[in-house]
């Protein structure tokens, strides 16, 4: 069973930084990318920001310039370097792995909380 955990969230005011991880592990499938996406309540999960095997990267908008993604030699751990933080940042944050075979697998989310 492929597991996603994240980890780093938590509460911040605004300017400040986070820095989440996400770790996949117990897969025989090699992964082609690695995402973070975010929720608020209510709303659609949106892409924030993703890296390719190639290392190729997408941002939103929105996080250009204040987040960086990066990934560890094994490409299996993933980074979300998170800087300048606002309060339109709150929401729960989500890893999405995808595999070689396609296959997609979520983490189970983190919460980050940017405070005024």
């Known amino acids: 069973q492929v597991q996603v955990v994240e980890s780093g969230g938590g509460s911040v005011q605004a300017g400040g930084s986070l820095r989440l991880s996400c770790t996949v592990s117990?897969?025989?499938?090699?992964?082609?990318?690695m995402g973070w996406y975010r929720q608020d309540p209510g709303k659609e999960r949106d892409l924030v920001a993703r890296?390719?095997?190639?290392?190729?990267?997408d941002y939103a908008d929105s996080v250009k310039g204040r987040f960086s993604i990066s990934r560890d030699k094994s490409g299996n751990t993933a980074y979300l370097q998170m800087n300048n933080l606002k309060p339109e940042d709150t929401a729960v944050y989500y890893c999405n792995v995808v595999f070689n075979n396609r296959v997609r697998s979520w983490g189970q989310g983190t919460q980050v909380t940017v405070s005024s």
């Open positions: 117990r897969s025989i499938v090699s992964v082609y990318a």
């Open positions: 890296i390719r095997v190639s290392g190729d990267t």
